[in-house]
């Protein structure tokens, strides 16, 4: 399986092992003791070289010797070198977190755009993240899908949730209401308000032209959670009552919406 092997020997490089390592020490892998002139016709990599990368990997501690009448090497088990390895990507991750939250960080309380229904549903899951009080959302019942685990995440650090979806999940969200009057929300709307602090608003559809605007604003925020809770006021207000209750609102939602330019 070439693209296999050829997979392995990417992610041996990102590793930090040189081309000629990742495929000597994959061709030893599964042998029995073998020379080194041995692996170097199994794994492709120049006789004039072998001894050198050889000497390299039994540093890394990724090949063993054996001591006899010829010198053999074998693969050393791959797991204490994969297991190093997530180690010091955790190290140095946790380093780099601690560094870069000592920065301080302007607030700004200017409008960013994100493009890209991806990246918008991406932004949105970073704010919900780091809510420490609450989160306010408005989205299409598909978008809610996709921020769902986020969501469960952040519950139970427990962080309030409200909000509206349009459409239909396959079972209710505790703080989400259904929105009664609209089965898909024009150009498919997302607002997300988190603490009071940022925002983030657009429409996440179509796919390749969504977008959304990132802000700090007070004003805006305050008009944007204002809006969600209005809606949702209306929407449980309704909802739960008589069928037809709910069929009066609707007709006389949609017929508003369809009145107002």
């Known amino acids: 399986m070439p693209i296999a092997r050829d997979d392995t020997i990417a992610s041996l490089e990102r590793l930090g092992l040189s081309t000629y390592e990742s495929k000597a020490y994959l061709a030893a892998i599964g042998q029995p ?6 692996l170097a016709q199994l794994s492709g990599v120049p006789r004039a070289r072998i001894y050198d990368i050889v000497d390299r990997l039994a540093a890394k501690g990724l090949l063993i010797f054996q001591s006899g009448d010829k010198t ?3 693969a050393a088990n791959y797991e204490r070198f994969l297991a190093q390895k997530e180690s010091e990507v955790r190290e140095n991750l946790n380093r780099l977190r601690k560094s870069l939250a000592a920065i301080p960080s302007a607030e700004s309380s200017g409008i960013w755009s994100i493009n890209g229904r991806s990246q918008v549903l991406q ?14 959302v408005e989205a299409l019942a ?9 969501m469960q995440r952040i519950r139970q650090r427990k962080i309030d949730i409200h909000g509206i979806y349009c459409g239909d999940l ?4 505790p703080g989400l209401a259904k929105h009664l009057g609209e089965t898909e929300l024009i150009c498919s709307e997302i607002a997300v308000i988190v603490d009071g602090e ?20 007070k004003g805006i925020i305050h008009i944007a959670r204002e809006y969600i809770r209005h809606e949702v006021f209306l929407n449980s207000l309704v909802s739960g009552r008589d069928a037809t209750a709910e069929r009066r609102y609707v007709r006389k939602y949609r017929s508003l919406m369809q009145r107002l330019p």
């Open 72 to 74: 053999l090497l074998t």
């Open 33 to 38: 003791p073998i020379t080194c002139y041995k």
């Open 123 to 136: 932004t949105a899951r970073d704010l919900m993240a780091a809510a420490e009080r609450y989160v306010y």
């Open 170 to 173: 396959p079972q209710g969200l």
């Open 198 to 217: 940022h925002a983030l608003i657009g429409c996440t559809q179509p796919e390749k032209a969504a977008s959304a605007a990132m802000t700090q604003n």
């Open 142 to 150: 598909a978008d809610v899908q996709e921020l769902l685990p986020t």
